[in-house]
């Protein structure tokens, strides 16, 4: 029985080897068609990938501005707010600084005061304008 049977397979293979050539040539065609597809959708991806690639560098660009931006108004800020806090001492130091100029000017002046005074107990002169000006 598997005699047969293999005898009838060779001679269905030997009247059907044409038939078989043009199945493998079929076959092989296809494959070579859908190579060629595989490689225009290959060349689709990559014209794809590229146009993200462009999209997402400018993205990152856009992206790198805002950020800029960001610390830019930041550094405002913080140069705001230290002069807000720094204020009320920049007003106490200017404060006594003039304070303290004004001290001093005072210092001079009673200084010349007293002078005037010893002067005007010698120059007759001197003692009349002092009373004058209610200085002496």
Do not use: C, H, W
């Not at 296809?30 to 400018?58: A, G, P, T």
């Not at 200084?111 to 002092?130: C, G, H, P, T, Y």
């Amino acid at each position: 029985m598997k005699k047969i049977l293999i005898i009838l397979l060779f001679i269905y293979s030997v009247m059907n080897a044409d038939d078989t050539k043009q199945i493998l040539n079929e076959i092989k065609q296809l494959r070579i068609d859908m190579n060629k597809r595989f490689e225009q959708v290959d060349k689709r991806f990559e014209q794809v990938d590229k146009r993200f690639e462009s999209i997402q560098s400018n993205m990152d660009k856009r992206f790198e501005q805002v950020d800029k931006r960001f610390d830019f108004m930041q550094n405002i800020l913080y140069a705001l707010m230290g002069l807000i806090f720094a204020s009320p001492f920049i007003a106490i130091y200017l404060r006594d600084k003039r304070e303290l100029e004004e001290k001093k000017y005072f210092d001079d002046i009673k200084s010349m005061l007293f002078v005037f005074r010893e002067q005007a107990q010698d120059d007759e002169k001197l003692a009349k304008s002092l009373r004058a000006a209610g200085l002496l």
